[in-house]
């Protein structure tokens, strides 16, 4: 079983305060500004579908794909439970962001919660953005979000402990991470113990995310490679200017 499908087990759990419907606010204001016709949405690494329930109760039709079968599986459950026409919008499927071929293209492309910076290679982050450029037509929007780096090296990462808990568990999440300056990434090292509440049994796993921080410029190489024109660049939620204390960039790209 690979990381991401330890971690969907208690990935909602964990982010359960995550305020998705803001977020999707945020979104749909730059889809507005950008691509008012867009109703058809693709999302690239779409995790258990925080997003993609939001956008369909907003109207828009949502194609998630994720590397993780168990958030697929999640993320479909999650859309049956809502209105059969909401419901309908939804459609999620295994797949890699780096090879994804859909046969099929969208008003705009998202990638959010920073799965761009997933892509920790050259090849890799090339072969995401042509993932998106692919699945667009002429004018189409592209959105997504990564860590930025003046803010990653000024503001460096530290270690955390997280408690969360429900009706049925007990998390306890330990997060060590380690710089790797060469490679712009850091490896982020969760180590969480699970207790159950119920009988008190015990379940520890230990996983290793690897993160890769970007800068404007190889942003911009990236995009126009991939045959984008950048429209914005600016700190996640707020749009104010990308600096050292941004550590959430988001970037809206139009397919040239």
């Not at 459950?77 to 969208?106: H, K, M, N, T, W």
């Amino acid at each position: 079983m690979s990381v991401f499908d330890l971690y969907a087990a208690y990935y909602d759990l964990l982010y359960r305060d995550k305020d998705y419907a803001g977020e999707v606010d945020y979104l749909l204001g730059l889809i507005g500004e950008a691509a008012p016709q867009a109703r058809s949405i693709l999302e690239l690494g779409c995790g258990t579908g925080g997003h993609a329930l939001e956008l369909a109760r907003r109207g828009y039709s949502v194609h998630g794909i994720d590397l993780s079968g168990s958030m697929v599986e999640q993320a479909r459950q999650r859309g049956a439970a809502l209105s059969p026409d909401e419901s309908a919008r939804l459609e999620f499927e295994v797949g890699d962001i780096r090879s994804y071929r859909g046969g099929r293209s969208f008003d705009a492309a998202i990638s959010l919660f920073h799965v761009m910076s997933y892509q920790t290679g050259n090849e890799d982050q090339a072969a995401a953005f042509a993932t998106a450029r692919r699945h667009l037509p002429q004018g189409g929007l592209f959105v997504f979000d990564f860590w930025y780096g003046p803010a990653v090296l000024t503001d460096r990462p530290r270690d955390v402990v997280k408690r969360v808990s429900d009706e049925r568990i007990e998390v306890l999440r330990k997060t060590t991470p380690t710089m790797h300056v060469n490679l712009n990434r850091v490896d982020v090292r969760f180590d969480v113990d699970i207790v159950s509440r119920s009988d008190g049994d015990t379940r520890q796993l230990s996983e290793t995310h690897r993160m890769r921080y970007l800068f404007l410029p190889e942003v911009e190489r990236l995009l126009q490679s991939a045959d984008f024109t950048l429209l914005s660049a600016h700190a996640w939620l707020t749009r104010k200017p990308l600096d050292d204390r941004t550590w959430y960039g988001c970037v809206a790209a139009r397919a040239a």
